[in-house]
C-alpha cells in the first residue's frame, strides 16, 4: 500500500525559503518517477513538477522556474521540494504523489508578512 508522507511546511516570510520532504513507503521507491503537486486556497490542485526514478531529470512548471527545485534520495525513499524567493502565490498545501495510489495528507505552506 502507498503511504506518502509530507512535512516541513510552515509560515514564511515573502522572499523565503522552505524545503519540504516526502516519505514514500509501500513501493519500490526507486523504480519510479515522483511529483509535487499544490492547491491554493479556491484553486484546483496543480502540477508544480516532476522527478525521473534516478533523479537525472526533473521538470518544474513555468510559475516556480528558476525559484522550485526538485530532488530525492533512493536511499531514503524520500522525495524533496526546496522553494526560494516564495511569494504569497506559493501559498497552497503541497503534495508529494507517486504515478500510483492515492494522496497524502500533504503540508501547508503559507507566505506570508
Known amino acids: 500500500q502507498v503511504q506518502l508522507v509530507e512535512s516541513g511546511g510552515g509560515l514564511v516570510q515573502p522572499g523565503g525559503s522552505l524545503r519540504l520532504s516526502c516519505a514514500a513507503s509501500?513501493?519500490?521507491?526507486?523504480?519510479?518517477?515522483m511529483s509535487w503537486y499544490r492547491r491554493a486556497p479556491g484553486k484546483e490542485r496543480e502540477l508544480v513538477g516532476t522527478?525521473?526514478?534516478?533523479?537525472?531529470?526533473?521538470n518544474v512548471a513555468d510559475s516556480v522556474k528558476g525559484r522550485f527545485t526538485i530532488s530525492r534520495d533512493n536511499a531514503k525513499n524520500t522525495v524533496y521540494l526546496q522553494m526560494n524567493g516564495l511569494s504569497p502565490e506559493d501559498t497552497a498545501v503541497y503534495y508529494c504523489k507517486a504515478p500510483f495510489g492515492g494522496w497524502g495528507q500533504g503540508t501547508q505552506v503559507t507566505v506570508s508578512s
Open positions: 522527478i525521473t526514478s534516478t533523479g537525472g531529470s526533473t
Open positions: 509501500g513501493f519500490t521507491f526507486s523504480r519510479y518517477f
